[in-house]
């Protein structure tokens, strides 16, 4: 079966960038929801995200766009799941792409597998890296008969479900009651008797070796640079490196939990997985004028609870303050200095930063499926506030990991500062000043550089707002804002370029610049080779 299906593609995808976890650790990552990106033919229909159902989008929309996803300055892409889906269900279409019925066959309502190539070669034309989203551990089965059996099981059709086809291929159905329990966390099924999500058998060999397979043909038919990994946690650990080392690309894998100890003990099975124990944090620290800014001041670094140690923080975590599965974070709040500074986090910090479709146009919609909003409904309007945030976030790291050879293996630190309502995060050559004031503050917060974090008398210049800032003769100064509640990003003025990126009319520096981000690129390379002789061991 998945040999025919192979076949029956004509069109070669560009080949995968042979993308390592040290490859993507200068990336900074847009995630798109395909159906709710970009028509096809541009057109402007209605998506009501109640409806639960397709819009339209497709990849030849994307690949229309991929220009208006560049221009903010971002270097590779992460679609959603791309395998045809059961539909129709209690809870709609599988328009999302997570409820997998056939992951031998690619759904054709988001185009042909040729589209699927043609967006690959798009990507890779641009020197953009294919993030491509997967689950592995369930697929989605509508109940035959919403009577459960004397059992109190659910009668499915288990040969729709393919390539397995037969009940011996499932977890038996048992739904997860008991998430302190790894096991059941790992055999019981998600969903419930309205969708349940019938639960591979990941401890069969047979079933094993077909999914590492599948990996290894999609990622070489598609042209995929790294794999976006769903549900990690409800496999077994020691699944993970035998599919990663047969996907061959790197793997970022999804960990739902505020445990970070939790969450890091995945690093290494998978290359990377998302700073969600963070992202709680975050949220929590700027969702409200009150939110608390220390909880994301302590929370740990993830990489370095990683069972290995820290080879390097940046290459293993992956941070965002916005996806598919959580509300928007404009649903918390609608002050949008507070959402400035919720958004500067995941781009100064460790780790790889992704952002979410929408965001930069304002979009705020509420849990799942009011999160998942038409982007062509803003027109892609380029002139908003958040896309210009998001193009001098992009562009300052880009800066920074030019100017300084050890920017991305970090890691950052935070400096504590004695104004309540404000945190200081120094990743060199950046220092980041945050706040949780809001736009409607009634003083202006300060921040206190300390001596020596910079050169005395280095002339900074915050990357937002293009306004420049002196430290003194002992390399420490005193900030205060200007605009209430806004963030600033700090790098030396030395480091900007008058050929572009932010604030290129403050730029003083001549080709060290240049020469720097030479000597980053080959550092990089060094540790990739570090790395990759790390997983041969
Ligand atoms: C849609 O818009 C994109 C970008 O403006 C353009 O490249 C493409 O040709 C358009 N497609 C159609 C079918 O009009
Ligand atoms: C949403 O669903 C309702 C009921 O099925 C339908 O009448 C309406 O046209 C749909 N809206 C959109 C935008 O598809
Ligand atoms: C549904 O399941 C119930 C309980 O097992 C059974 O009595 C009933 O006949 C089934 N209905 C159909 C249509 O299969
Ligand atoms: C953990 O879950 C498994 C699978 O559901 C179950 O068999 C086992 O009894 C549970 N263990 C405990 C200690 O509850
Ligand atoms: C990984 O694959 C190898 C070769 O097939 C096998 O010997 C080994 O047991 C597998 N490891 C795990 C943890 O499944
Ligand atoms: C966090 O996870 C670790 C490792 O799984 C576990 O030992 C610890 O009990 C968890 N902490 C909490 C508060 O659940
Ligand atoms: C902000 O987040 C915290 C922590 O998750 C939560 O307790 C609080 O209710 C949230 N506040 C708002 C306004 O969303
Ligand atoms: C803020 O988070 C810290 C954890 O870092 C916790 O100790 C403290 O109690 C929290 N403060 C409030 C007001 O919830
Ligand atoms: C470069 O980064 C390293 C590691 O964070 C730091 O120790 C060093 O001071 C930085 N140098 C500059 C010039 O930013
Ligand atoms: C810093 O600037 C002050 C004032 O211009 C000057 O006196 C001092 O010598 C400078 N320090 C250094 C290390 O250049």
Redesign the pocket.
């Known amino acids: 079966m998945l040999h025919s299906f192979l076949l029956s593609s004509l069109l070669l995808a560009s080949p995968a960038l042979a993308a390592t976890a040290a490859d993507w650790s200068t990336r900074m990552i847009y995630q798109v929801v395909t159906d709710r990106f970009a028509l096809s033919d541009n057109s402007s229909s209605a998506c009501d995200t109640s409806n639960r159902t397709y819009c339209g989008g497709s990849w030849v929309g994307i690949i229309n766009h991929l220009d208006y996803i560049q221009n903010m300055g971002f270097d590779a892409v992460w679609i959603s799941p791309i395998v045809e889906n059961v539909d129709g269900t209690g809870y709609g279409d599988g328009y999302h792409g997570y409820w997998s019925r056939d992951i031998d066959t690619v759904s054709t309502r988001f185009g042909s597998t040729d589209d699927l190539k043609a967006l690959s070669t798009a990507i890779h034309e641009r020197g953009m890296y294919f993030m491509l989203d997967i689950v592995i551990n369930h697929f989605a089965g509508v109940p035959t008969n919403d009577t459960v059996s004397q059992d109190n099981l659910f009668t499915f059709d288990y040969s729709e479900l393919l390539p397995f086809g037969t009940e011996a291929e499932f977890h038996t159905q048992c739904f997860i009651s008991d998430y302190t329990n790894q096991t059941n966390v790992e055999q019981c099924w998600l969903g419930d008797k309205v969708l349940p999500l019938p639960d591979i058998d990941t401890e069969d060999d047979a079933v094993?070796a077909t999914l590492n397979a599948w990996i290894k043909n999609i990622v070489a038919e598609y042209g995929i640079d790294g794999v976006r990994i769903d549900t990690v946690k409800h496999i077994r650990h020691?699944?993970w490196?035998?599919f990663t080392a047969s996907a061959g690309v790197f793997t970022l894998g999804e960990v739902l939990s505020e445990n970070a100890t939790y969450a890091g003990s995945y690093i290494g099975a998978v290359d990377a997985v998302l700073d969600y124990p963070s992202w709680y944090n975050l949220v929590g620290a700027f969702n409200d004028s009150l939110g608390n800014l220390s909880a994301l001041e302590n929370s740990p670094a993830l990489a370095s609870l990683a069972p290995d140690g820290p080879s390097s923080i940046a290459l293993l975590t992956a941070t965002f303050l916005e996806n598919h599965d959580q509300p928007r974070f404009a649903s918390y709040t609608s002050d949008s200095a507070l959402t400035k500074n919720a958004m500067t986090w995941p781009f100064v910090t460790d780790g790889i930063p992704i952002m979410y479709y929408g965001q930069e146009q304002g979009y705020a919609g509420g849990a799942d499926p009011y999160n998942r909003e038409a982007l062509w409904l803003s027109g892609y309007m380029t002139d908003k506030p958040l896309v210009a945030h998001a193009q001098s976030l992009t562009a300052v790291r880009k800066l920074a990991i030019a100017g300084n050879a050890s920017f991305l293996t970090g890691p950052a630190r935070w400096i504590s500062q004695a104004d309540p309502s404000t945190l200081m995060l120094s990743k060199l050559p950046l220092t980041t000043l945050l706040t949780n004031i809001g736009t409607m503050g009634t003083r202006a917060p300060t921040w206190s550089i300390p001596a020596g974090l910079y050169a005395p008398n280095t002339t900074l210049v915050d990357a937002l707002a293009c306004k420049t800032v002196t430290v003194d003769g002992q390399g420490g100064a005193t900030v205060v804002t200007a605009e209430a509640g806004l963030p600033q990003v700090l790098i030396p003025a030395s480091m900007l370029s008058k050929a572009g990126g932010a604030c290129p009319a403050l730029a003083t520096g001549g080709s060290s610049g240049a020469r720097q981000g030479r000597r980053a690129v080959a550092g990089l390379a060094v540790l990739g080779a570090v790395l990759g002789v790390l997983a041969l061991v």
């Open positions: 094993v020691d699944f490196s035998n």
